[in-house]
């Protein structure tokens, strides 16, 4: 099995961190992830061409059908891309030195994830799933600024919380289902179900969706992905966005969807959270001026068109007939938007890390100019970024697009109004990307005259991403089949009656032909550039008014202020979910307080008068109070004036005494 | 190793690594042939009897104590390894000039009585070793001269725990034995089986006498590292588990034993944040997690045998991470010379290994991935619908809620204590043999988990 | 391969119309305007005088930048995209996907190649007509998302031709209409929404640093984008109501509709712009705003069937 070989790969990838140095090290480890995502590409290949292959590896019992497959290929190709990608990359931060932490986690990572997708059994899902979120805690730590330690905190405790938590009831409801904690295998699972009352299918449903809400960062629970993600280095938060979030679109369907059976009530709840975190996740990435951060936010927001579209296709699939046709076009077109979501993000996050590289910053304030610069980087992000907004003919539009169209014709009011925000969002992405390519490529700037383009690895793994963003857009025919053939995994079998050939994709009458759009367009564009050729006469200086003491390098619209007016008469619903932040942390600081309370009882800061307890490290100078010795602080005292009494009393006395009074009884006992 | 007493220095060092050393192999030796037999036998050898109280001295071979044993032992020699270096004159925060031979003839008492107590056949060796590993404990944590109050404390729960199995022992008479408890009455049982829950209570630092233990951490580091890994602590849950594994008391005592534990655990939280001593964060840790092994035992209780080997995976699992932690924290005071969390900066810096021991085991503490704490908390989890009523939520709930306390805890001393600037700063020395020792404790944590698992599986009831 | 060749003869037909059209629509609202200023105005053709002689210049260059070259072309070609894919008569001349959502996104090109090319200098004024533009799309959307809504519930596709076909009038329809009268004369930038390029406050915004023949460029596909915006809405306005269109001389006199109507419709949009003042840019985003709103109430009076 080449998942067998890809998994060895990533242990040598991991081991190999501790021979060398910190170049070396990180050198070798990426090389051996690429191998790898290789091996796991591989792996897909086979899957798509012989069917699902069932086994182990390890010990650990895999079974990768369809829908294991496309998120194996999402795994495989963003790691592919970031591990190409690291090989220069990781250069950037060879100041922090410990690359041999780094080799173990990033290779440990993508394992696990591709364990995740792949495993055949709860006990183990738990296991990578935990060990998925362990090492990618550790990467984001990994740079050791305050800012990203704190943002990995604040990602480790939501996990631990919402997805260690609910996994492990998971775990202990799943053995109760099966009655048997030896036998927790999805099928297994699935058959108790089915006879299960309706309570422990709640009960079930309430669990796995909270665990996949957390790691998908949809709201309420994304308040730790705009923080975490940026903090990882480049190449790592390309995978956090372009896999690890996914994984929680795997479990829903598998775990939603598959395993317990198909229900309406818990796709409209995936739908709306879908349909509140597109909108929220994209608003805030407008305001975004750091250059990562605003990519996580959107990552949170392009997840929200994810569930938009799975919901849309779990509310109607059991509706039946034409509904559940379009239905059906939905969860595709949900699963497909992954796909498409993994490829662009990944880019995004490893271009910007090529800007960081390059530059040394991720401000889009600062930036600028980078355009004749950096070519090859730029049109990569063009790509990617144009592919993000949904603009045809990138694989963004393609997936949007049939999310719209499933939307729209699902006839419901709830999921139409979901499409309406997903079209209106999607301007506000276009608007968001336009600002992060302005900002960073557009005009020319003094301050960066001397930067370099980035090593040509680096620049190859930006584009084995970026130019799938094209090229699945123009040919979306080629994975149609690949992902029908996960769908079909979940859905007993139905698949969505998507019309493709090579020229064409849609639903029904509604149809859309890439390739010829692309033909037309670029006939079109190349054909009057030839014909109307640019002629141009002088070189000259953008018009500045005359303005003699003006520093041009300043002379552009800070990214701040790219779209005030808009973020301005929308203000009202930023002023809504600062409150919803505010509120979310001032359960924290209540829960801090009533703790503080609590525990005030077991220090002894009566004896101080005037102590002032307002933090637990107030508390953490007082003597703790032993309620055991408190209780028998009476006998305490008498043993004490005894020991004071008696003269010569030593440690040693108690011993002796000790010891006669037990042989003496136990002497006793033996005669009797 | 009593006979080292009066020895200093290299000298001590090197016998006391022989003796354990040869003892680990001797005992790695009988767990081969042991395994070479199968798994399922059980070998039993009385060596004395004493007139009406039946077998008093004997060995019980079988797979929980050969396991059992095995690790115990284990810790034991790493630790005698890491106290090598530790207990001397280049320590920071606990120079040693003499007495080492002392420790390690303390130590060696502990070792011995220990192993007895897990081979143990009867409640009256079990009394006896106890009491020995009372005084050996007596002396070790006022090892420095500095602790008697706490060291007395502790030799007064522990004897009381002596008592109740005294009277345990005299309310069955000849019953005593292990293997002739099943057949007694079951009113007996329930009188003797609760009399034994509070004398395992003890030992393990439960209600009611919890607070022996955060006190007794005023020894020296490894042997407190033994007493909560190996010895007295896990031990009284061990007991526990022997007697039930023989006796079968029936689900009368699961609400006793239940309720109890969670109610410690419950308590443990509200103590979690408030230390800011390694060595006392330990100890409570120590303290909870021992209280998971009893709620695994209170399935057993209710007539589950998966119950059983959970409790022995989980002690297990617990040795090998509580023994890392405190290694690591003992590296603290070696080389920092301070065992307070709120001095610590930095330690990614200064002390790499000893800072790679304290993330994985404070955090494996907490249940984290990829020490064996983890597996046990999802299988005491897992089997948590043998619990009785309200307990099928109530026990993984509290587990579960303990583990992200103390992770909470955790990871806010990670956030200030693991980067940045090095604090102090000057005269860290770290010592190689540490550092090893850490490393293959690490390593054997790591595969520990998956070794154990099968053959615990293969503990059942007896009797 | 008669059909055929009535087929080729209306594409053809829309082909000329496209991008021969605009201009002259252009210089309609320039008499027009001129006419209602009491002046005289330009003749029809200036438009295209006035082209010719830009294409015949050559152009000063400002940065090195390629897509500031190439944005041009992208636009014009995209205009020029979304223009095939209309009906003129029963005829789609490239149909490469005949239904709203790729329309409009081709649209919404134009303005993405324009933002790109103002973003592409090192010009202040260039980049606040980008955003001015962006802001303009990203109000715009909302009201084109409604209208997506209220078609397709009503017809139960997105595909035009399906909507043509089963449309049926309701309250929300006619309000729709009106909806989408206002936005494409917003997505046009017609006075009083011309924020982006508006020459006394931004010297002419993205288009501040083109000249010659790339602004040529620029101005042609902006004309073709208006042309395409305006017949889509005169095609939306009269096909659904006009029954199936089977036969050649049919669609001819459905064609000659559509012309006229395009024609007639330019004087009132000339007569708004020639009675209005440029709105601020908050105003035209907080006007858009409210607009959505009152989409959102049509919408769920498409649902409840009205």
């Known amino acids: 099995m080449f998942l067998e070989y890809a998994l060895g790969a990533f242990v040598l990838g991991g081991l190999l961190g501790f021979v060398i140095d910190y170049k070396a090290s990180t050198k070798a480890s990426s090389f051996m992830a690429v191998i790898g995502s290789l091996f796991l590409l591989g792996q897909v290949y086979e899957v798509y061409t012989t069917g699902p292959v069932k086994g182990s590896i390890f010990g650990i019992p895999v079974h990768v059908d369809g829908l294991s497959a496309v998120f194996l290929f999402i795994v495989g190709i963003v790691s592919l891309g970031s591990a190409v990608f690291s090989l220069a990359y990781m250069d950037h931060h060879e100041r922090k030195g410990k690359g041999w932490v780094y080799a173990i986690a990033y290779n440990t990572f993508i394992a696990s994830m591709a364990l ?557 | ?229 190996a010895s007295i602590v896990p031990l009284g849950s061990f007991m526990l588990f022997r007697v039930i594994q023989y006796m079968d008391p029936g689900r009368n005592e699961f609400w006793l034993l239940g309720a109890l534990t969670v109610a410690l655990i419950l308590l443990m939280m509200v103590y979690y944040p408030l230390q800011r001593d390694g060595k006392k964060l330990i100890a409570y840790s120590t303290i909870a997690q021992t209280g998971v092994a009893y709620i695994t035992l209170a399935y057993a209780l209710a007539g589950h045998q998966v119950g059983l080997q959970i409790a022995v995976y989980q002690v297990v699992n617990h040795a090998f991470v509580k023994a890392l932690a405190f290694m690591s924290v003992g590296t603290f005071a070696y080389a920092l010379g301070t065992t307070n969390f709120e001095g610590i900066r930095g330690i990614r810096h200064s002390l790499p290994w000893a800072s790679v021991a304290w993330f994985l085991s404070f955090f494996g503490l907490a249940g984290v991935l990829p020490l064996g704490l983890f597996f046990s908390k999802v299988l005491t989890v897992m089997v948590t619908h043998h619990a009785l009523g309200v307990a099928s939520w109530l026990f993984p709930g509290v587990v579960l809620f303990d583990g992200a306390v103390f992770l909470i805890v955790i990871i806010l001393w990670f956030r200030e204590m693991f980067f940045g600037e090095p604090h102090p700063s000057t005269g860290i020395h770290s010592s190689k043999l540490m550092d090893i020792a850490m490393l293959v404790l690490i390593f054997i944590g790591i595969v520990a988990p998956w070794v154990t698992l099968d053959v615990v599986t293969k503990i059942g009831f007896m009797g | 391969m008669e059909i055929d060749a009535v087929k080729l003869g209306f594409s053809l037909v829309g082909i000329i119309l496209l991008l021969f059209l605009p201009p002259y629509l252009d210089g309609i609202a320039r008499r027009v305007r001129a006419r209602l200023q009491y002046r005289r105005g330009p003749p029809l053709s200036q438009t295209w005088y006035d082209l010719q002689k830009l294409f015949a210049l050559p152009s000063v260059r400002p940065t090195a930048s390629t897509i500031f070259t190439w944005a041009p072309y992208l636009a014009l070609a995209s205009a020029i995209s979304a223009a095939l894919l209309l009906p003129y008569g029963n005829v789609i001349p490239v149909n490469f996907g005949f239904n709203l959502v790729v329309f409009f996104y081709v649209v919404v090109m134009v303005s993405v190649f324009l933002i790109l090319a103002g973003l592409s200098v090192q010009n202040a004024f260039s980049h606040i007509g980008s955003s001015r533009e962006m802001q303009i799309v990203l109000t715009v959307e909302p009201l084109i998302a409604i209208l997506y809504g209220v078609l397709a519930y009503n017809a139960g596709s997105l595909s035009i031709s399906e909507i043509v076909r089963n449309l049926h009038l309701t309250p929300s329809v006619l309000l729709t209409y009106a909806i989408l009268a206002y936005a494409l004369y917003v997505e046009s930038g017609f006075v009083p929404f011309d924020v982006a390029e508006a020459e006394q406050e931004v010297i002419g915004g993205p288009l501040g640093e083109y000249s010659g023949r790339l602004l040529g460029v620029f101005y042609y596909a902006v004309y073709i984008k208006r042309f395409a915006l305006l017949w889509f809405f005169v095609s939306l306005l009269t096909l659904p109501w006009l029954g199936p269109i089977d036969t050649a001389e049919k669609a001819a006199l459905v064609l000659a509709l559509q012309f006229l109507l395009t024609i007639a419709f330019y004087p009132i949009i000339a007569a708004l712009e020639a009675t209005n003042a440029r709105l601020r840019v908050d105003h035209v985003v907080k006007m858009n705003v409210r607009m959505f709103f009152a989409g959102l109430i049509v919408l769920a009076m498409a649902f409840m069937g009205w």
């Open chain 2, 1 to 229: 190793m009593l006979l080292l007493y009066r020895t200093e220095g290299r000298v001590a060092d090197s016998a006391a690594v022989a003796i354990t050393g040869l003892s680990l192999l001797l005992n790695g030796y009988g767990l081969y042939l042991f395994f070479q037999g199968g798994l399922e036998k059980v070998y039993h050898y009385a060596y004395i009897a004493g007139g009406n109280l039946g077998e008093v001295f004997g060995f019980s071979v079988d797979v929980a104590s050969v396991l059992m044993g095995f690790v115990s032992i284990l810790t034991g020699f790493l630790l005698v390894l890491y106290a090598v270096d530790y207990m001397g004159p280049s320590n920071r925060g606990f120079p040693l000039e003499a007495g080492k031979g002392r420790f390690y003839a303390l130590l060696g008492l502990l070792m011995g009585s220990s192993m007895v107590f897990i081979y143990g056949t009867n409640l009256v060796q079990f009394l006896v070793f106890l009491e020995l590993m009372a005084i050996s404990l007596l002396y070790l944590v006022d090892f420095y001269g500095d602790a008697r109050n706490k060291a007395l404390k502790g030799f007064l729960v522990l004897n009381l725990g002596v008592l109740l199995l005294l009277i345990a022992v005299a309310v069955l008479g000849g019953n005593q034995e292990l293997a002739r408890m099943g057949a007694i009455s079951q009113s007996t049982k329930d009188v003797t089986f609760a009399i034994l829950t509070f004398a395992a209570f003890a030992m393990s630092s439960q209600l009611f006498f919890y607070s022996w233990l955060p006190d007794s951490t005023a020894g020296p580091i490894p042997a407190s590292a033994y007493i909560h890994t």
């Open chain 1, 116 to 672: 995740v997708v792949t495993v055949d059994n709860l006990e183990y899902f738990v296991v990578s799933w935990e060990l998925m979120t362990l090492s990618s805690f550790i990467l984001i730590f990994w740079k050791e600024e305050r800012k990203d330690l704190d943002a990995s905190l604040k990602y480790y405790i939501t996990m631990h919380f919402a997805d260690t938590i609910p996994l492990f009831l998971l775990l202990g409801l799943a053995s109760v289902l099966t009655g048997s904690i030896h036998n927790l295998s999805y099928s297994a699972i699935h058959s108790a179900l089915l006879t299960a009352s309706p309570g422990t299918k709640a009960v079930f449903y309430a669990l796995t969706l909270v665990v996949f809400i957390a790691k998908a960062g949809v709201v309420p629970l994304h308040f730790w992905l705009p923080d975490a993600h940026p903090a990882a280095p480049s190449n790592v938060s390309a995978l956090l966005s372009g896999i690890m979030i996914k994984t929680a679109v795997y479990g829903l369907l598998r775990f939603d969807w598959q395993i317990s059976g198909q229900s309406t009530a818990v796709g409209y709840i995936v739908a709306i959270l879908g349909a509140i975190t597109l909108t929220v996740g994209t608003l805030y990435a407008l305001r975004e001026t750091n250059s990562k951060r605003l990519l996580a936010y959107h990552s949170v927001g392009q997840m929200g068109y994810i569930w938009l579209g799975l919901g849309i296709g779990m509310v109607l699939i059991p509706r039946g007939g034409t509904l559940a046709a379009v239905g059906a076009l939905g969860m595709f077109a949900g699963l497909f938007h992954a796909l498409n979501h993994a490829v662009f993000k990944g880019s995004l996050f490893l271009e910007a890390g090529s800007v960081e590289y390059a530059t040394g910053t991720l401000n889009l304030e600062e930036l600028g100019g980078l355009g004749t610069r950096m070519k090859v980087t730029a049109v990569a992000t063009l790509f990617s970024s144009l592919a993000i907004a949904g603009i045809p003919p990138f694989n963004g539009f393609i997936s949007k697009w049939l999310i719209y169209v499933a939307g729209y014709q699902s006839g419901n009011f709830v999921l139409a109004f979901g499409a309406v925000l997903a079209v209106v969002i999607s301007a506000v992405t276009l608007a968001s990307f336009m600002k992060f390519y302005g900002a960073q490529f557009g005009g020319e700037m003094k301050r960066y005259e001397e930067v370099k383009e980035v090593p040509a690895v680096m620049q190859l793994g930006e584009w084995i991403l970026a130019g799938l963003t094209l090229f699945i857009g123009v040919f979306p025919g080629f994975v149609v089949g690949f992902l029908n053939k996960g769908l079909s995994v979940v859905n007993g079998g139905t698949t969505a009656g998507v019309t493709e050939d090579l020229y064409k994709i849609g639903f029904g009458s509604v149809l859309f032909s890439p390739v010829l759009f692309v033909i037309l367009l670029g006939a079109l564009a190349v054909g009057l550039y030839f014909s109307f050729r640019p002629e141009y006469g002088k070189v000259a200086r953008p018009w500045d008014c005359g303005s003699t003491k003006i520093d041009e390098d300043e002379y552009k619209t800070l990214a701040e202020g790219y779209y005030r007016w808009y973020e301005h008469k929308i203000g009202s619903f930023y002023r809504f979910t600062d409150w919803c932040y505010s509120f979310g942390a001032s359960i924290i600081h209540y829960t801090v307080r009533a703790y503080t309370w609590i525990a005030s009882y077991f220090v002894k800061i009566v004896d101080t008068p005037y102590t002032r307890v307002e933090s637990v490290s107030d508390l953490r100078r007082g003597q703790l109070l032993y309620v055991d010795e408190e209780t028998f602080k009476p006998l305490v005292r008498l043993l004490r004036i005894v020991r004071d009494v008696l003269p010569g009393i030593r440690l040693g006395t108690f011993v002796v005494l000790a010891l006669v009074v037990v042989g003496a009884i136990v002497g006793i006992l033996m005669v009797l």
